[in-house]
């Protein structure tokens, strides 16, 4: 068997599934191009298109990551080749530490002390109730679902959101259109943990932002397309002119790096991440790729990624 990896730590990548399937040939994209070829399987993150129109003897791809508008959207990714992605993996519990850290960003006013800092203000603000600060997790997927029962069990009215119908203990689920039209009046903060879709871009456009309650906040570590970037920024107003969005935290945008001059950059209420809510743990990921490689030489049926769907 032969693999190929591609992501940042490829190399210890390499080693840990060379340890694990010591029968197996495993290289990293940076192995010459006549070696990689005829590879079985690519394991990869952001891999370059050559990486992918350089083989014909593909069984499969594993997408070292949970997103996989990336992988999907590559020129030339082969048809016909399945693909599995990541399901939490680890990842659920990082994400979960970033969104309750974002939550209480704004629930402990942490945004206002930071702003009041630079002019030697001692103002302390009031702590509501836990229970008076419902926050709204817009994506119950692997990811999704593990954040809404942290943020739960951190003492928060949790109200869930995804496309079918679901059942999380101690979260009110809604779904659907009229779902979403529901939960965002109701909540002082919303996460956004869904995935890159035709169905989902600009998901938060100018009208969603406005069902939102005066001083809501927002944290997205989904995708960047899920919010309307400019609708944002109107939504979130100047300091002379503040608008009904009291900040934002973002780790993930339209393009990536977000280039230098964008607006977002200067925002006093807006706090900016570069894309690290959840990477891969390896540790956690390495038994779960395993795992599907044993699976497709088996021949058995894998939780493959719909094109059509974009995950
Ligand atoms: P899953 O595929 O497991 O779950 C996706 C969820 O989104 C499901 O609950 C699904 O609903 C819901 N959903 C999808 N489309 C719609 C829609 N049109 N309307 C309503 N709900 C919808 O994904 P994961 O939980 O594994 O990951 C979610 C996303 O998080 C990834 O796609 C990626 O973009 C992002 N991510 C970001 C990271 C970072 O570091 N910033 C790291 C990891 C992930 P249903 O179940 O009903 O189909």
Redesign the pocket.
Known sequence: MKIVVHIDNARQWQEALSQALPQATVLTSEAPADERRGADYLAVWKAPAHLLQEQTALKGIINL???V?YLLSTKGLPANVPIVKL??AG?GEL?ADYALYGVLHFYRSMDRYAAQQPHACWKPHTVVEKADWPVGVL??????AHVATTLQQAGFPVLG????P?AIKGVECL?GDAGLDALLPRVKSVIT?????A??RHLLDARRLAQLPEGASIIN???GSLIDEQALLEALGSDDAPGHVRGALL??FHEEPLPKEHPLWQHPRVVITP?????TPLAEAIDQVISYLHAFEAGETLPTVSSGQG?
């Open positions: 990551g949970a997103g508008d399901r939490d990842m994400m994506g119950l997927g692997a990811i999704g959101w995804s496309r079918s679901k779904h943990i869904l995935p890159d879709t169905a989902t570590p989904g995708r780790d993930v894309h690290m809510a959840a990477p995950y």
